[in-house]
């Protein structure tokens, strides 16, 4: 089987910065496209961005031009460098990997538990 284990969140003032990662482990064989998303309270879960095994990458509009996504191959694990953070970030945020797995090379989607992020004076 696989995890993902999200680390990074917290409690950040407005304007500041956070960097998310989320590291995978298990029967990985490959990892096609790691994804955050993040659920605010009362909201539905969103798509914040996604980054794919050739490296291209997509945004949702509310996050374009202040949050990077990026991935290390080698370790299986994907980061989310936020700036510029603004109260309305403040959301549980999610990893989510299309993961082949071992020995039956088949590709299955896996989550992490998420992370707190709070952006807050």
């Known amino acids: 089987q696989v995890q993902l284990v999200e680390s990074g969140g917290g409690l950040v003032q407005p304007g500041g910065s956070l960097r998310l990662s989320c590291a995978a482990s298990?029967?990985?064989?490959?990892?096609?496209?790691m994804t955050w998303y993040r659920e605010a309270p009362g909201k539905q879960r969103e798509f914040v961005a996604s980054?794919?095994?050739?490296?291209?990458?997509n945004y949702s509009e509310s996050v374009k031009g202040r949050f990077t996504i990026s991935r290390d191959n080698a370790k299986n694990t994907a980061y989310l460098q936020m700036d510029s953070l603004k109260p309305e970030d403040t959301a549980v945020y999610y990893c989510?990997?299309?993961?082949?797995?071992?020995?039956?090379?088949?590709?299955?989607?896996?989550w992490g538990q998420g992370t707190q992020v709070t952006v807050s004076s």
């Open positions: 980054i794919i095994l050739g490296g291209r990458t």
């Open positions: 298990g029967n990985i064989f490959s990892i096609n496209g």
């Open positions: 989510s990997a299309k993961v082949v797995i071992t020995p039956v090379y088949l590709e299955y989607d896996y």
